[in-house]
């Protein structure tokens, strides 16, 4: 939320508080001016509990929603119930549109995106070495064959350190700088990994970065094929 919100705001060469604001857990940038709040499902399904008809919104829109967590499938239940008025817009560059229109009874828009080239290449699946090996094979060929930053998908914290100190001396003697991404980590932090830079980036991430974050310049993604969840 705070780093699409920080994206809106340089569009309109704003600084965040003004028109483009967020709202997140222990932190909020917004004024008497803010008209469009980024907040997470959870900073918006409390709000609707404690002010079920949004007083003084005129449009709530629900990004990502293929994702279906449970807070979002219960704020587009508690705003259509709550407050019908409501311009409600759900998104999704994935989502089966038709079938998601039919059930809310909503027109479906689309928005054509530019495409890009996109080269898929798989790892030897026997490889037996280390998870931090592999990936600092794969940094390897990535900073040998393309030209710009390279992305690694790893499903932790505790993967991302691994990784980033495995290949470090190979991302040094490459002329490039190693960056770390994810969500605990301070505002500042994640600003570096996704701020234009000169210098080529290494940028270690969980899957935080699938998720409206534009990182400028990537022309190597790295994916690990792991993620952490919680199954019920």
Same mark, same amino acid.
């Not at 931090?132 to 790893?154: P, W």
């Not at 080529?200 to 990182?215: H, M």
């Given at each position: 939320?705070?780093?699409?919100? &920080? ?10 508080? &003004? ?10 940038? /917004? ?23 949004? #007083? ?24 259509? #119930? ?9 998104? /999704? ?40 090996? =592999?990936?600092? /094979?794969?940094? =390897? ?15 932790? $914290?505790?993967?991302?350190? $691994? $990784? ?65 969840? /919680?199954?019920?």
């Amino acid at each position: 939320a705070r780093m699409a919100a &920080k994206r809106v705001a340089d569009e309109l060469d704003e600084p965040l508080g &003004k028109t483009i604001g967020y709202t997140v857990r222990f932190d909020d940038i /917004s004024s008497k001016d803010t008209r469009v709040r980024f907040v997470t499902e959870g900073i918006l399904a409390r709000r609707i509990l404690a002010d079920p008809t949004l #007083q003084g919104v005129g449009a709530v829109l629900l990004d990502e929603f293929h994702e279906r967590h449970l807070q979002s499938d219960t704020v587009l239940a508690l705003v259509r #119930q709550s407050a019908p008025d409501l311009m409600l817009l759900v998104m /999704s560059a994935t989502l089966e549109a038709d079938e998601i229109a039919r059930g809310l009874a909503c027109n479906v828009i689309h928005a054509e995106g530019r495409p890009f080239p996109v080269t898929v290449s798989f790892d030897d699946a026997k490889d037996g070495r280390a998870l931090a090996l =592999r990936i600092t /094979s794969g940094v =390897r060929r990535a900073l040998d064959e393309t030209a710009g930053h390279v992305l690694v998908f790893l499903p932790g $914290a505790g993967e991302i350190r $691994a $990784a980033a100190a495995a290949a470090e001396s190979l991302i040094r003697d490459k002329a490039a700088i190693s960056c770390i991404l994810h969500g605990d980590l301070p505002p500042a932090e994640q600003d570096r990994a996704v701020a234009p830079s000169a210098v080529r980036k290494v940028i270690f991430s969980t899957n935080v970065a699938e998720s409206s974050v534009t990182i400028d310049g990537v022309t190597a993604v790295i994916d690990s094929g792991l993620a952490r969840v /919680s199954v019920f």
